[in-house]
């Protein structure tokens, strides 16, 4: 198996819906995975229409990561963050030498990959808590005119969008089939969306992206790594482990659902609602089924397999949900 990392930079700035409301006036840094699959998802339709993209997305050939942060240093290597794991570790040592702000620990939602065993080391003993730079941007709040049908009234409308700094960005990691007509197929996909852009307000021109050739992680070859960062994922996407960091949304299968009941599971659910992008689905905008999955940052004493959804409800066709993740194997 193959995996491949994309950067992409946004010089418009990118809106995304927050998980837990649907107002413009506030956005994410980051994209879910089961997002990111969506929009690939209408672009491969649009370009081949057939149902060979599902068919490895169902045997797990074909994954993909939430959209995460990335950093460029001023020695030109790159910082890959991770999403922050939801995890509680029994302190061994009650008292500290120094007291660490809750708050500072709280506001932190990403972490350098290199610097996650520095965190569960922090997180067991309270001590060297990892200061971490997330300075990847700012957020600008833009004031828009929406326009009525007969073009008479307008009303306005503020949309929150997060524009990056110059050496900042966001990347993703896709798993391909071994076959290499897919890495072909898969950058024809990722350069029409770069054009159609990803999340909220596109005819604005926010989501737009420019992407990076990417980089290969096979678990063996590290020429081709910069940074510690880099070397960190290579080997914990092929690590054989007793934890595993998910950095996609996830859906449990049946089976799978009494595991993540057992003790040393570390999860939170997010709710996946809101509306089908799609005018093939039907003439007017339709809701798709709500759903809870677990986030990308939940801590698993197994490897999750998932599964995929299909959301559709009263449409012309299925909307599929990826629910299969890609994960890390982690040392706890």
Known sequence: MTYLLYKLRFPNGIHIGTAFGNTLEETMIGTYSDTFFS?????????????????????????????????????????????????????????????????????????????????????????????????FGRKQLYTKNKISLNGEDTKLYNIEVFKFNKNSGLYFIVKLPEDDKWQEIFENILESLSLTGIGGKKNSGFGQFISEDPMFFDGTDFDAIESESDAFINRALFTKSKKFLLLSSYSPKIEEIEKIKENGNFYQLIKRSGFVNSSSYSEQAEKRKQVYMLSSGSVLNFKPEGKILDLSLHGNHSIYRMGKPIVLGVKI
Request: proline content about 5%.
């Open 39 to 135: 929009a690939i998802y209408n672009e491969y339709m649009k370009i081949y229409d057939d149902n060979e993209l599902y068919k490895i997305s169902e045997t797990g050939d074909f994954l993909v990561s939430d959209l995460l942060p990335f950093k460029e240093k001023e020695d030109r290597t790159t910082d890959f963050y991770l999403p922050k794991p939801f995890i509680n570790i029994e302190r061994k040592v009650i008292k500290t030498e120094t007291t660490v702000d809750r708050k500072k620990v709280k506001a932190i939602n990403f972490i350098p990959a290199d610097r996650l065993e520095e965190y569960f080391s922090f997180l067991k003993t309270g001590k060297n808590f990892p200061e971490i730079d997330d300075d």
